[in-house]
């Protein structure tokens, strides 16, 4: 059973990367339509109101704090999102695609620093593996000289990085539907009203005239690209160390550099190619960790607090 939760888990890590990758060209195009923070309330409010109808249908389990979510909720979908919006608005999809995949870059130090979580050879050689891939990245120019735009994304990047960290002290019996209703709910009781202080000061505009595929586009960025993720990534995130899940993530660039050149007709480098590559080794790399871990003992049947303590003390004496 545990063998199946994680490979479950990798599996939901994957199509959550997928849609986040396909999310950023999705808000590149809307943005011919919508201003960035008008943009992302909209988003929110999609994705908001099928993750309720989703939680009416199927019911939770156990809620997390609202204080726990308000915290999720401002780091990631507002704080995170809000960059990201913001600078795509001021760069390429391709490039906020490369800059978000310095996320694991910053996960991993985290998860080392605050959660004592060991970087073995195969994570190792996978972080490396994803460095080489922004390195080769960066050569065509999308980092160089970074403006405005980038430096939105990176500063979203980050507090997504944090976002993990946070996430990853959850209690495992949390339910993830009513972990992501909560987080969702408090990102838009923070985002709408600056959208609506944006339409009365007039930076941006009240979207009444904006062509419906525009609208479609950022609903479905919503729903699937924003609210379906994050359910999946809530889900994983509860099964798998924050070092190792930073490293499907990191697919993310992959993706958005995939379907920006598909869809937005963006030019893709033979470093862009080469760097696309590398993130899928950094994942491979990773396999053979999870496959190590799959192998080990099973730990004992202990409460989840006391499992953690148990973790800390085998840290200490290794």
């Not at 011919?32 to 908001?48: H, N, P, Q, R, S």
């Not at 308000?70 to 913001?86: F, I, K, N, R, V």
């Not at 405005?148 to 339910?175: E, H, N, P, W």
């Not at 005239?209 to 586009?217: G, I, K």
């Amino acid at each position: 059973m545990a063998r199946t939760r994680a490979g479950t888990a990798v599996a939901a890590l994957f199509v959550a990367a997928a849609c986040w990758g396909c999310a950023t060209t999705g808000t590149k195009f809307a943005l011919g339509g919508f201003g960035a923070i008008t943009l992302l309330a909209v988003e929110l409010v999609g994705a908001t109101l099928a993750l309720w109808i989703a939680a009416a249908a199927r019911g939770t389990g156990t809620p997390p704090s609202w204080r726990l979510a308000s915290t999720l909720g401002l780091l990631e979908p507002a704080t995170a999102y809000l960059g990201d919006t913001a600078g795509l608005a001021r760069t390429s999809a391709a490039n906020a695609a490369v800059i978000l995949g310095l996320e694991s870059s910053f996960v991993v130090l985290l998860a080392a620093v605050f959660l004592r979580e060991r970087i073995d050879r195969a994570l190792g050689v996978a972080v490396v593996a994803g460095f080489a891939s922004l390195g080769l990245l960066e050569r065509t120019g999308l980092l160089s000289g970074p403006g405005i735009g980038d430096t939105f994304v990176l500063g979203g990047t980050f507090s997504a990085a944090v976002y993990v960290i946070v996430a990853r002290k959850m209690d495992a019996s949390i339910d993830p539907l009513a972990l992501t209703v909560r987080q969702f709910a408090v990102a838009c009781a923070a985002i709408v009203p600056i959208a609506v202080c944006s339409w009365f000061t007039g930076s941006e505009t009240v979207p009444t005239d904006v062509p419906l595929r525009y609208w479609a586009v950022a609903l479905l960025v919503g729903v699937g690209g924003y609210g379906a993720s994050f359910l999946l990534y809530n889900y994983a995130i509860m099964i798998i160390e924050a070092g190792p899940a930073a490293i499907i993530i990191n697919m993310i660039p992959a993706f958005g550099v995939a379907t920006a050149v598909l869809l937005l007709g963006e030019r893709l480098t033979p470093n862009q190619i080469a760097g696309a590559a590398l993130l899928t080794a950094s994942v491979v790399a990773f396999s053979w960790t999870l496959r190590g871990k799959r192998q080990a003992p099973e730990p004992p049947a202990v409460p989840a607090q006391e499992w953690d303590l148990v973790k800390e003390d085998a840290w200490l004496h290794r």
